[in-house]
């Protein structure tokens, strides 16, 4: 199947802004939204527990950012989004929590953004729709870039199993989550979107990129079926 363009990505997230607007259940296509959440943000607090400097990639509408602030109400805050719609929901929804709020629209492999300058990088539900190799290299590299010294790099998101019969079953008990929380054409619906738009990696392939860029700290700290949270300390 032909992947969508980035620009495809774009406008359906444009207007997706609801959907990805509860600090609650956060995206519940993705298992375990609410709980990866929790740990992730959580973790992140205890692994950097005087961090000053957030930043938040594929922010969407900015759960991960509100749950930080929530545990760490002096982070200074960036948020960076391809789309402007479900930029503007963030800053909305964040802007009364903290003062020190930077926006930044684009995808996330070309914006600039200044090394060494941030405690903790958040990737929620966004490395997935990145394509080649050299995509992934690039963008783990940038994130090794611009943590500080003991920063960490906490990832949510949707993986890719390594062998095959694993896949497949991986992905049958996913349908059967689908279909439970909504229906037979919902159920179709996301794994079709899935198909168009996203390229999983699996652990193994994210946590050994981690190593190999110099990150002296790689974890898993929750996994299940096609989703994980994994982090590496600078």
Known sequence: MKKSTVEEIRARFD?????????ETGQVTFVDARLSLEIATEASRRLVPHAQTLLDLGCG???????MLSKMPHLACTMVDLSQPMLDAAKERVSPLTDQLTTLQGDIREVELPSKSFDIVLAGSV???LREDSDWEHMFAKVYRVLKPNGCFMVVDLIAQEHEAITYYTWARYAEYLK????????RQVLSNIAKEDS???LFYQ???MRMLGFH??????????????CGLK
């Not at 700290?221 to 994980?228: P, V």
């Open 127 to 129: 490395l997935h729709h």
């Open 207 to 209: 946590m050994s990129l």
């Open 217 to 230: 700290h790689v974890d898993l700290l929750h996994k299940h079926m096609c989703f994980a949270v994994f």
């Open 15 to 23: 207007q997706s802004v609801e959907l990805y607007s509860n600090l």
């Open 180 to 187: 439970a929380i909504g229906n037979e054409e919902y159920m």
């Open 200 to 202: 999983p990696r699996s």
């Open 61 to 67: 509408a900015g759960n991960y950012t509100m749950m």
